[in-house]
């Protein structure tokens, strides 16, 4: 620890934000970083506790506490507070991928657990993680660095998501050839496609992308493995399959009205959305998708949250957020201590974009829709939604939202967008493969296993675990890399 009185001496700084009404006018990324010299303060406020919860990655509460990827945080920190940041880089390179992916769209499972969370700030480590990452790049340090010595096996990784990624990286390492595939017209999956621009530029995935092909990684893209490609055929050419294709089974809102245009899964939209700026290099913003409309978002979650911020950029007239559970509170219950993830208010940047145009936020608790009203050609122009209240069922004992009767309302929606998450794994892709899956369709392994029930198939990430964090896909995808090599070489130094 280079500082010991470093959490006293500085207090928590962040990166700038540009303000809301600034920054809906463009979808680039908006968070101006500290300058060296001040992001280096924030890594003295790091105290090296004995105990460090930031790192653990361990469930409590049913959730996870610390980082998942066990990176060594008050290490990488004490790094930054001294400017060794080569250093710094190196020691990060040991336990993570992807750094430039989860300093900007991971929650900060570290930051919950830090021991300054019980009485003050905690440190600004994803922050320092970012300044990590990106002065490597600045400086050159990220360059490809292709296995010395190839063991001639081979393995397809299906999906180029996170998890697939992170997969093929350390097998690649390993000196494995490794063939990604992936279904869309370029890599990334929910990384491209499924976070908007200005939450992660795509730049940022093209940059990683290059370097793992400069490696040796092959991918291919707009190749539907299971319809344009078969299992069997796949499963003769390599010697051994990586699943990682995502919890990409959205959840429905099936209600009367359904069927009316208009409504659209979010990550079908938030597609829509980036694709178009990209095939048009950002030359074509698709304001016809929302502008002047009623937008109506399904879910109070990160997604939810994204749909917010897209349509605002995209001129929405108005909009209205629906989250079916109570709202949290602003502080820490008694039953949520320290260092559980804290169950608390989260006002995202979409949530305080609607707030600076609109002037109210967006989200509306314990409310869901019950119908779509149509016009008379079909769009969908209302939805009728019920209030709802927590009631425990007298058989299981299990709490359950129930509608409050009398509280119906109609409100205006020209476009809805449904962020309920995800169900689980895609039928076409478990069927053609031939793989279990349990009652939530997630692939089925042995408990901290990644094989699956057909010989030679591995699988990973939201497939495996269900819909879940980048920062735990990551994970997936090294220990499931782990997994792979050593039923390839008897072995593994992974």
Not at 129 to 134: Q, V
Not at 146 to 155: L, Q
Not at 310 to 334: C, D, H, N, Y
Not at 454 to 471: C, E, I, K, N, Y
């Amino acid at each position: 620890m280079g500082k010991p009185t470093g959490f006293l001496d500085y207090k928590r700084e962040s990166a700038k934000v540009q303000p809301a009404k600034v920054r809906i006018a463009h979808f680039n990324e908006f968070r101006i970083p500290l300058k060296k010299e001040k992001q280096k303060l924030q890594g003295a406020r790091c105290m090296a506790c004995g105990v460090p919860f930031c790192q653990s990655g361990m469930m409590l509460g049913g959730m996870a506490s610390g980082c998942p990827l066990h990176n060594l945080v008050p290490e990488t920190n004490d790094l930054v507070y001294t400017g060794n940041w080569k250093q710094a880089y190196l020691r990060l390179s040991k336990t993570h991928c992807f750094p430039e992916f989860t300093s900007r769209v991971c929650p900060a499972l570290c930051e919950a657990a830090c021991t300054c969370n019980l009485d003050g700030e905690p440190v600004a480590t994803k922050e320092n993680e970012r300044a990590i990452i990106e002065t490597a790049f600045e400086q050159g340090w990220v360059q490809p660095n292709p296995p010395k010595v190839r063991t001639g096996k081979t393995i397809a990784v299906i999906g180029s998501g996170p998890a697939g990624l992170a997969a093929a990286q350390q097998l690649n390492h390993r000196g494995h050839n490794v063939t990604v595939f992936e279904r869309s017209d370029r890599i990334g999956g929910l990384l491209r496609y499924g976070i908007p621009n200005m939450k992660l530029e795509k730049s940022i995935i093209d940059r990683r992308v290059k370097i793992m092909e400069a490696e040796g990684v092959t991918f291919v893209t707009n190749t539907n493995v299971g319809t344009d490609i078969k299992a069997e055929e796949l499963l003769k050419k390599f010697d051994r399959v990586v699943l990682a294709c995502g919890a990409s089974n959205p959840r429905d809102i099936k209600v009367p009205g359904r069927e009316a245009k208009g409504i659209y899964f979010a990550v079908d939209f938030l597609k829509q959305v980036t694709k178009t700026l990209q095939d048009s290099d950002f030359g074509k913003v698709p304001y016809e998708l929302a502008k002047g409309k009623n937008v109506l978002v399904i879910g109070g979650g990160d997604t939810g949250n994204d749909c917010v911020g897209t349509v605002i950029r995209l001129g929405a007239k108005s909009v209205t957020q629906l989250e079916m559970m109570p709202k949290p509170p602003a502080e820490r219950a008694e039953d949520n201590p320290w260092p559980q993830w804290p169950k608390v208010l989260k006002t995202d940047y979409g949530q305080e974009e609607a707030i600076a145009v609109f002037g109210h936020d967006p989200r509306v608790y314990q409310t869901t829709v019950t119908e779509f009203i149509q016009d008379k050609k079909g769009n969908v122009c209302k939805a009728k939604t019920v209030k709802l209240k927590s009631e425990k069922d007298p058989k299981t004992g299990r709490v359950q939202m129930v509608p409050v009767e009398g509280s119906e309302e109609v409100i205006l929606a020209d476009l809805v967008l449904i962020a309920a998450g995800f169900l689980g794994s895609e039928k076409y892709v478990t069927d053609a493969f031939k793989v279990a899956v349990n009652g939530r369709t997630n692939v089925e392994t042995k408990q901290e296993g990644y094989a699956t029930t057909v010989p030679g198939v591995f699988t990973a990430g939201d497939m495996h675990r269900g819909q879940s964090l980048v920062v735990w896909a990551i994970r997936e995808g090294r220990e499931a890399a782990k997994a792979v090599d050593q039923s390839l070489m008897g072995y593994s130094n992974l």
